[in-house]
C-alpha cells in the first residue's frame, strides 16, 4: 500500500482529530492541533494511495532539537510499519535541519511505542512525574533521545 507523507493543512484537521480520538483515551483536541500549526510546528499527514490520511505527526524545532510532539496511526491501521516510516520521516527531516537530538515524552504504559522507539536508538533520558491525564489521575512520562551523531556509527 502506498504511504505518501504531505504537509498537514487546516483542512485535514477533522480527520486527523478523528484518528487521534480513535487511537487515544486522552486525545489532543481539535485545537491543539490548530494551535500547533498556528505555532508553525512542522505537521505531516501520510495518506494512503487515495488520500485518505492512516498517519500523522507533529514536530517542533527548536533550534538544534526536534521535539516529536504527537504520532498516531490510525487503529485499523496499526502494527503494519506504518510508525516506523513515519519515524523515518522524522529522522530525514531532524538531519535536513542539522538537529543533534530528537526527543519525546512517552506515557509509562505505553510499551509498544517505547519499543519501537527503542528499535530507532532512543534512549530514556529521565521521567517526567504526572506528566499525562490518566483514568485514575496521573501518569509518569518517559522522555526519550535520539542522539543523531551515534546514527553514523549504526548505518552503513
Partial sequence: ???L????????LANVHAIESAANQFPWSQKNFADSLDAGHYAWVFCDA???????????????EVHLLNLCVSPDMQRQGYGRRILDHVIDFAHSRAAVIIVLEVRESNHRAQALYEQFGFN??????????????????????LDLS???MFST
Fill in 124 to 145: 530514556e533520558m529521565s521521567v517526567r512525574p504526572g506528566y499525562y491525564p490518566a483514568e485514575n489521575g496521573r501518569e509518569d512520562a518517559i522522555l526519550m533521545g
Fill in 150 to 152: 551515534m546514527l553514523s
Fill in 5 to 12: 507523507p504531505r504537509v498537514m493543512l487546516a483542512e485535514d
Fill in 1 to 3: 500500500m502506498m504511504f
Fill in 50 to 64: 487515495f488520500d485518505v490520511i492512516i498517519a500523522y505527526t507533529v514536530v517542533q524545532l527548536v533550534v538544534d
